[in-house]
Nanobody, 115 residues
Framework: QVQLVESGGGLVQPGGSLSLSCAAS????????MGWYRQAPGKQRELVAV???????GYADSVKGRFTISRDNVKNTVYLQMNSLKSEDTAVYLC?????????WGQGTQVTVSS
C-alpha cells in the first residue's frame, strides 16, 4: 500500500508560478513511476507529467516548456514546478504512484489561475 499527500495548490494570476509537492509513505521502496494528473470540471482526467525512478520525464504537450517534474527518492517526494500559468491550467491536480502494477492516487489539490 502507498499513501500520497499533495500540497501547494492555490490561487495564482495568469503568468504566475506555483509549486506542488506530493509525499509518499507506506510501501515506498516498490514505487516505480510517479506522476501528476489534472482534472478540470466537466473534463476527463489527463496526464500532466511523469517521472521514472531513474529520473526520465515525460510531459503533456500543453505544459511542455512551462512545467517541470522532479523527484527526490530519499524524501519519497515528487514535485511539479508550474510556470507561466494559464487559465486553462485550472484544475484539481492529483499525484499518482505505481507500485507492483497498481496505481495509487492522492486526494488532489486545487490550482486556480485567475485574475
Amino acid at each position: 500500500q502507498v499513501q500520497l499527500v499533495e500540497s501547494g495548490g492555490g490561487l495564482v494570476q495568469p503568468g504566475g508560478s506555483l509549486s506542488l509537492s506530493c509525499a509518499a509513505s507506506g510501501s515506498i521502496f516498490g514505487i516505480t513511476n510517479m506522476g501528476w494528473y489534472r482534472q478540470a470540471p466537466g473534463k476527463q482526467r489527463e496526464l500532466v507529467a511523469v517521472i521514472t525512478r531513474g529520473g526520465s520525464t515525460g510531459y503533456a504537450d500543453s505544459v511542455k516548456g512551462r512545467f517541470t517534474i522532479s523527484r527526490d527518492n530519499v524524501k519519497n517526494t515528487v514535485y511539479l514546478q508550474m510556470n507561466s500559468l494559464k487559465s486553462e491550467d485550472t484544475a484539481v491536480y492529483l499525484c499518482s504512484a505505481r507500485f507492483l502494477a497498481n496505481d495509487y492516487w492522492g486526494q488532489g489539490t486545487q490550482v486556480t489561475v485567475s485574475s
